[in-house]
């Protein structure tokens, strides 16, 4: 059995005897007369199926009986007239034989195998208040299904959110998928070492940008997984910054957030490194602070600590660097618990230390335990893959030593949880200071 089937079936084992659960792929997306956007599939949809056209829906029957689960796929006819435009196409024959569903029907027949479906089935799942063409879609299929009502067939009485079983499922990864967020995390890497490699005093980001984006490419990865950013200087302190447009200086440093998508898998990687490959002395004590709340997040990451405490791991850290470094005046605080209590590090460190990481670069899943009293924030379990990424921003202002104006730095590695602690999958992207400035060239 197909990893895609094996959760199809797990899926279908959540649901009530019968119940019908529906799953549309992503739309498409006109840019502008005969462009689209470049299409990327749906990640649960992807999850389930494998399957990659646009204008597909699976449906999903829960066993019942003697009647076993069924797979469904709906999907575009084949064309030989688009095909000579556009490409291949499954079409439903090929794609049954090639995904494993049970039975394949053109997309047209949607409306009227729906109405079939839904028939007497006790529940429907589907992603509520996402699409407000399955919404209608639904509407429609269920009058169909009650003007039956004089036959004796019933609809559905109630929905379910789909989507909140999936994510609980694509929180832990399995074995392939490891493998390939292991590979996508390893191209990444390489292709930060490649922009370090390149990068000259002078260069536009954009120029770095390239470098990176060849890399991902010519390793087989599809695109990056998100915009990258490439932040020369001040623009690092620019949190989103993405325009990649401005030339960088000697004595600058560079951060690059960047991760490529490899066969819908995402990596995402931040490095943050002196373009002339030196770092100043003010530079390399934020580096070091923010690499040892790197460090101290880390170590905290292994199955059954809660989320929350790799944050609050670096954040202590951190706040203990803002005061020794001057960055938050000793005379004003206490103590770390001070800054903490007080918030105070959210001056220059105003983002969490991390996200689940998977088919979306911030993956499915939630933080909190939400079938737990009070909803507390959830335990790590091997499988979950997490980024872990604290940073520190400092936008000149009164107060602040002025030799740490404008420097931004993040690190971020992506790391799986493991039966015995943590794997970092990214580690091919350097990150100590010797590694860098040694790759650069410079040592
Ligand atoms: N690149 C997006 C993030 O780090 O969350
Ligand atoms: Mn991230
Ligand atoms: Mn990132």
Redesign the pocket.
């Known amino acids: 059995m197909s990893a895609f089937a094996a959760r199809r079936a797990r899926l279908c084992a959540q649901m009530q005897p019968g119940a019908v659960a529906i799953l549309p792929t992503a739309p498409e997306a006109m840019r502008n007369s005969d462009t689209d956007y470049l299409y990327r599939h749906d990640s649960y949809f992807y999850y389930l199926t494998g399957f990659t056209e646009p204008d597909s829906v699976l449906v999903l029957v829960a066993a019942k009986g003697d009647a076993p689960a069924q797979a469904i796929l709906f999907c575009r006819q084949k064309n030989l007239e688009r095909e000579i435009w556009d490409g291949f196409r499954y079409g439903p024959d090929g794609a049954r034989t090639a995904f494993g569903v049970d039975a394949a029907f053109p997309i047209e027949e949607l409306d009227g195998e729906m109405t079939r479906l839904l028939a007497n089935a006790p529940a429907a799942w589907y992603a509520l208040g996402h699409s407000a063409t399955l919404d209608l879609q639904m509407k429609t299929w269920l009058q169909n299904v009650r003007r039956q009502a004089r036959s004796g067939v019933t609809a559905p009485t109630v929905a379910h959110d789909l989507l909140a079983l999936l994510d609980e499922m694509r929180l832990l990864k399995d074995d392939g998928e490891q493998a390939l967020m292991l590979r996508a995390a390893i191209i990444s890497g390489r292709a930060h070492e490649r922009a370090m490699r390149a990068s000259k005093p002078g260069m536009f980001e954009y120029e770095i940008e390239a470098e990176l984006l060849h890399e991902f490419r010519r390793s087989g990865a599809q695109y990056p997984a998100?915009t990258p950013?490439v932040a020369a200087g001040a623009n690092a302190c620019v949190l989103h910054y993405n325009v990649n447009n401005a030339q960088s200086r000697d004595g600058d440093l560079i951060l690059i957030?960047a991760?490529c998508e490899l066969d819908s898998y995402a990596s995402?990687i931040?490095r943050t490194y002196p373009i002339n490959g030196r770092f100043t002395d003010p530079q390399k004590t934020l580096y070091e602070l923010v690499l040892a709340a790197q460090a101290a997040a880390l170590a905290v990451v292994r199955p059954g600590t809660i989320y929350t405490d790799m944050h609050d791991a670096a954040v202590r850290v951190l706040a203990q660097g803002m005061l020794d470094t001057g960055l938050l005046a000793k005379a004003k605080f206490g103590s770390v618990d001070d800054v903490i209590a007080e918030r105070a590090h959210q001056q220059f460190y105003m983002h969490g230390t991390g996200?689940w990481l998977g088919l979306d670069?911030?993956d499915a899943g939630a933080y909190r335990d939400v079938n737990a009293a009070g909803k507390p924030s959830r335990a790590l379990q091997p499988g979950m893959v997490l980024?872990v990424?604290p940073g520190i921003y400092v936008r000149p202002a009164e107060g602040v030593p002025e030799q740490f104006w404008n420097i931004g730095i993040r690190i971020?590695d992506d790391v799986l949880v493991t039966p015995q602690g943590h794997a970092i999958l990214s580690d091919a992207a350097p990150k100590l200071v010797a590694d860098i400035e040694r790759t650069m060239g410079k040592q």
């Open positions: 998100y950013i957030d991760g995402d931040t996200h670069v911030h980024t990424e971020e």
